[in-house]
């Protein structure tokens, strides 16, 4: 079983598969892990460990892009994994499961196609299974509130 903690903002860029983006405005970065404890610190900004809980080899992929105030990724991984996460502080995260097999977040099973929303400076537990992908959108609290101002 694999587990860290850490952030790393500059991992090694490779192709990244199904992740990649049809939006080229901004830099892409894509990052491929065969390690769960280096794949929880590719996530820009990001205070993650993940412990795989499947046997077999991991695979992790991640495509993030970074926009002012916010940050869109797509994640994939390989194997069963429980990831304790905590995003950006001041921040919402938004997350959309592709998988045809549900997770669970703090516990509670989220079906397929389940909006996750946490705020971004509290801790959580995402429980997930093997061949998983998931959508995320962070974005800044005051961006937020600015861009609904009326």
């Not at 080229?24 to 993650?48: F, I, M, P």
Request: hydrophobic letters at 35%; charged letters at 25%; proline letters at 5%.
């Amino acid at each position: 079983m694999n587990a860290s903690s850490s952030t790393v903002n500059e991992p090694s860029e490779q192709a990244v598969g199904e992740c990649r983006s049809p939006v080229r405005a901004l830099a892409l970065r894509t990052v491929r892990s065969n390690d769960a404890d280096e794949h929880a610190g590719n996530l820009t900004g990001w205070k993650q460990r993940y412990d795989q809980l499947g046997a077999g080899s991991f695979v992790g992929e991640l495509a993030e892009r970074q926009l002012p105030d916010m940050q869109v990724f797509c994640e994939q991984t390989s194997r069963q994994l429980r990831q304790s996460c905590r995003g950006w502080d001041n921040s919402y995260w938004f997350g959309l499961s592709e998988s045809a097999t549900p997770s669970r977040v703090n516990g509670r099973l989220c079906p397929q196609q389940h909006l996750i929303i946490r705020p971004g400076e509290e801790s959580f537990e995402l429980v997930t299974p093997d061949r998983y992908r998931l959508f995320g959108v962070v974005v800044k609290k005051t961006a937020l509130h600015a861009a609904s101002a009326v």
